[in-house]
């Protein structure tokens, strides 16, 4: 299976909106979890990061925690902008998978003015 | 403000022809890693140096691919020959294993081979 799923987008809000984006993960032991954020035409950026169970990262509104019970790590916002719509990656670190990063499929997110 | 730097930003080529992508990591960085973007396949690590030696190049096809350090300053990914399925946008990110593992990308090379 994949070793990070993410929802499948895009996900199309209107401004001011609540969002979700879900991730869950599979990995034995306790992996770093991160979320990055690629905006059109550059590279991935990572916008938060938690590295163990209960954590919540948290920057620029988005929060994300970290649920060993669930192996998830959903990515929220209470109100997004226009200025968020980008594609949003969910990624593991983790000594099984050589501490590489291993990142989900992406989710596209498109928010409307 | 130290960023990842990759050239070119964009490159052409026709199928066949030997294709360099180079990358400027961050001053200071100990790990480069070579990413492949693609609609298909998504985000796929390519190679992973640490200390300028190679640590895992996996992921990266040995028959036209390979992936160098010259020196600290420098990566680069080489295709030769290249092939249309090589067409995707090629990212360099660089790491300190010193500091907070954090991976910092470079803007991604966009090669299209004809």
């Known amino acids: 299976g994949n070793s990070v799923t993410q929802m499948e987008g895009p996900v199309t809000l209107s401004e001011e909106a609540f969002l979700t984006i879900n991730c869950t993960y599979t990995?034995?032991?306790?992996?770093?979890l991160f979320w990055y954020v690629q905006y059109p035409g550059e590279g991935l950026q990572l916008l938060l990061k938690?590295?163990?169970?209960?954590d919540k990262g948290s920057n620029k509104g988005f929060e994300a925690t970290y649920r060993k019970e669930t192996t998830s790590f959903h990515l929220e916002k209470g109100s997004v902008q226009v200025s968020d719509s980008a594609v949003y990656f969910c990624?593991?670190?983790?000594?099984?998978?050589?501490?590489?990063?291993?990142f989900g499929a992406g989710t596209i997110l498109r928010v409307k003015s | 403000d130290a960023r990842v730097t990759q050239t070119p930003r964009h490159k052409v080529t026709e199928m066949g022809q030997e294709v360099t992508m180079r990358c400027q990591p961050i001053?200071?960085?100990?790990?480069v890693f070579w990413y492949r973007q693609t609609m298909m396949q998504g985000l796929e690590l390519l190679a992973y140096?640490?200390?300028?030696?190679?640590?895992?190049d996996s992921g990266m096809p040995k028959d036209r691919f390979s992936a160098e350090m010259p020196d600290a300053t420098l990566a680069t990914l080489k295709i030769q020959p290249s092939e249309p399925r090589d067409s995707a946008v090629y990212f360099c990110?660089?790491?300190?294993?010193?500091?907070?593992?954090?991976?910092?990308f470079g803007p991604g090379t966009r090669l299209t081979v004809l």
């Open positions: 990110a660089s790491g300190s294993t010193t500091f907070s593992n954090e991976q910092f």
């Open positions: 990995a034995t032991g306790y992996p770093s």
């Open positions: 938690a590295t163990k169970a209960d």
């Open positions: 990624a593991l670190r983790a000594a099984e998978y050589g501490n590489k990063l291993v």
């Open positions: 001053l200071g960085h100990n790990t």
């Open positions: 140096f640490r200390n300028r030696a190679p640590l895992d």
